[in-house]
């Protein structure tokens, strides 16, 4: 089965920086994918990451380390409108994705 | 990138009843949609993936006979909650793939509560 492990909850002040964590075991690996989710709404892409290393993205950064199972996302000068909740997501194959639990990030002033 | 638009964003509806969720892809053939479910503060669950002109494949413990699905065309596919019950109460959520190599790209989400 897959196991994709994110925590469940964190706090930050806006302007700083967060890491957000994700550890996977799964039966195959074709790209990670960090997702963004306001509440009610649907996911929208952040960052895909399928060799090692980092990858970045104007505030966004995403790391991949495939021999530890081990992703992070960057979130750098916090604003009010990064609070949501960040999904980490393996493909499986071609298509197939399985996803975190999410990370409610809040952002306060 | 792939546009996909999904109906209702909501829905209520009595139990007992069925209600029926479109997904379409609005600038991509999509021969391949895939829907999932989520509940409060839960990862996103993929249910089944939806084949073009032909069935759809269902996930370990997703009853397809409740979940009813069908993907007649290109640019369309539906997912049927059948005789809905209050468990049945989620957020559901369609996707597709433009290509190998690009991200999926979601529907708006449809939010089910059944009464």
């Known amino acids: 089965g897959q196991n994709i492990d994110q925590p469940t909850e964190m706090t930050a002040t806006e302007g700083a920086i967060v890491q957000i964590n994700c550890t996977y075991q799964?039966?195959?690996?074709?790209?990670l994918f960090w997702y963004q989710q306001h509440a009610g709404e649907a996911p929208t892409f952040l960052s895909y990451?399928?060799?090692?290393g980092l990858e970045e993205k104007g505030r966004f950064s995403s790391f991949l380390s495939r021999s530890k199972g081990y992703s992070y996302l960057l979130l750098k000068e916090l604003q009010m409108k990064d609070s949501a909740s960040y999904l980490c997501?393996?493909?499986?194959?071609?298509?197939?994705?399985?996803f975190g639990a999410g990370t409610t990030v809040t952002v306060r002033a | 990138g792939a546009v996909v638009s999904q109906h209702p964003s909501w829905v209520i509806c009595k139990s007992g009843t069925s209600v029926k969720i479109e997904c379409r892809s609005l600038?991509?053939?999509?021969?391949?949609m895939f829907w999932y479910r989520q509940f409060p503060k839960q990862s996103l669950m993929l249910m089944a993936t939806?084949?073009?002109?032909?069935?759809?494949?269902?996930e370990q413990g997703v009853e397809k006979d409740k979940f009813l699905i069908n993907h007649a065309s290109l640019t369309l596919s539906t997912l049927t909650v059948t005789s809905a019950h209050p468990e049945d109460s989620s957020f559901y959520i369609c996707?597709?793939?433009?290509?190998?190599?690009?991200?999926?790209?979601f529907g708006q989400g449809t939010r089910l509560t059944v009464v």
């Open positions: 997501a393996v493909r499986d194959g071609d298509y197939k994705l399985s």
């Open positions: 799964t039966s195959g690996f074709n790209g």
């Open positions: 990451n399928v060799l090692d």
């Open positions: 600038d991509f053939q999509a021969t391949t």
């Open positions: 939806s084949n073009e002109g032909s069935k759809a494949t269902y």
């Open positions: 996707s597709h793939w433009a290509g190998k190599n690009t991200e999926a790209f």
